[in-house]
């Protein structure tokens, strides 16, 4: 049995971009023996100056750890580097925090399998400046054991949240485009406000408390919805569809009236409209699910 304690357990990351670069210096800091490797080497100078070591080719960097971390642009990228080291990989435990979708991890899982490497795939909930602390969330799919494995190691770069959701490894890309849809349409309704508000020369950093507020009400809807989604009833606990059609008629109209863009409320309205359409006028607004549930036409 190894005698390696968690903080002592080395490990590789092939990728220094803004994210990849976060990564490694937790690594580093949390005094673990960091390889690194990226295209331009120039961007492991403040890492090997803080103890990392500088591999000077992606197979020197694979051999150095029993757990590789590879963080870059695409998984077109993952493929280009480490396809050609491929039998490298044989043993070791690749970790892909690189931002894919879900048929694509589970290719690479596959992929992987023929190697005879490990295989979790990884998603960043986080700024690059979060990592290390407990403003990040990483999610893994994978192989349960070795999340657990290598549980203590990752556990670094978010120090609150380290999530293991299943061993279907497409799940944590999954995970990533949902939060990511949610993230994006909370912005642009937040622009979309603050363009609203602007007319009347109210500043964005004035609304944003407010705006804030609204977010977290949200929150709340969110709570009390997905037990209906899950159950497949909807009943109007707040308000019905209707009345929702009602509201959004009147940010449509706001919006031509005061020349800003209205594309946003007429996608509101015109789900909305196709619910009440299916049936479903009185109930709640999280019977727009089956609006997301159907393929776009």
Known sequence: MSTVSASESPVTVVGLGLMGHALAAAFVAKGHPTTVWNRSAGKADDLVAAGATLADSVQA???????????????????????????????????NLTT???????????????????????????????????????????PKAAFEEHQATLAVLGEAATVYLDEDHGLSALYDMAVLTIMWGVLNSFLHAAALLGTANVKATTFAGMAATAINVTADYVAAYAPQIDAGEYPATDATVNVHVGGMQHLLEESKA????????????ELAG??????????????????FRAPSA
């Open 100 to 142: 894919a979708s879900s048929s694509q991890a589970r290719d690479t899982a596959e992929w992987a399998a023929k190697l005879d490497a490990t295989y979790l795939d990884g998603a960043i909930l986080a700024l690059p400046q979060g990592i290390g602390t407990d403003e990040a969330t990483l999610l893994y799919a994978g």
């Open 61 to 95: 960097a694979v051999e150095a750890s029993p757990l590789v971390v590879v963080c870059v642009s695409d998984y077109d990228a993952v493929h280009a580097l480490l396809d050609p080291v491929g039998p490298a990989l044989a043993g070791r435990t690749l970790v």
């Open 258 to 269: 005061l020349g800003v863009n209205a594309e946003l409320p007429r996608f509101f309205l």
């Open 274 to 291: 196709r619910a009440v359409a299916g049936g479903h006028a009185e109930d709640s607004y999280a019977a727009l699910i089956k609006q």
